[in-house]
């Protein structure tokens, strides 16, 4: 089994910075693809990005235009995602996932429990 625990939400202005993390555990971790998702509120989880553990496929949702970046600490099992030029529309729960990886949610096995941002105007 894959354990995954999220952090590093929390409120912040609009124009501002978060980094989030979300700390992977179980076997063969590295055979997985990990991405984010979000859920605003009132609305459905949405893909954010994804990417294979060694770095040679990734992909972004467009409303992303650069903002945000995710990175790995593969001898740690941390997946990272820093978020920049943060929008109140960026307000949501957001998840980490491991899975195979593609831009639809149901594809992922296994998720996190979550970590809120919220972006005030």
């Known amino acids: 089994q894959i354990q995954l625990v999220e952090s590093g939400g929390g409120l912040v202005q609009a124009g501002g910075s978060l980094r989030l993390s979300c700390a992977a555990s179980g076997r063969a971790i590295s055979t997985y693809a990990v991405g984010w998702f979000r859920q605003p509120p009132e609305k459905e989880r949405e893909f954010v990005v994804a990417?294979?553990?060694?770095?040679?496929?990734?992909y972004y949702a467009d409303f992303v235009e650069g903002r945000f970046t995710i990175s790995r600490d593969n001898a740690k099992n941390i997946v990272y995602l820093q978020m920049n030029s943060l929008k109140p529309e960026d307000t949501a729960v957001y998840y980490c996932?491991?899975?195979?990886?593609?831009?639809?949610?149901?594809?992922?096995?296994?998720w996190g429990q979550g970590t809120q941002v919220t972006v005030s105007s």
């Open positions: 990417t294979t553990w060694n770095g040679g496929s990734t």
């Open positions: 996932a491991v899975g195979s990886i593609t831009r639809i949610a149901r594809d992922y096995a296994y």
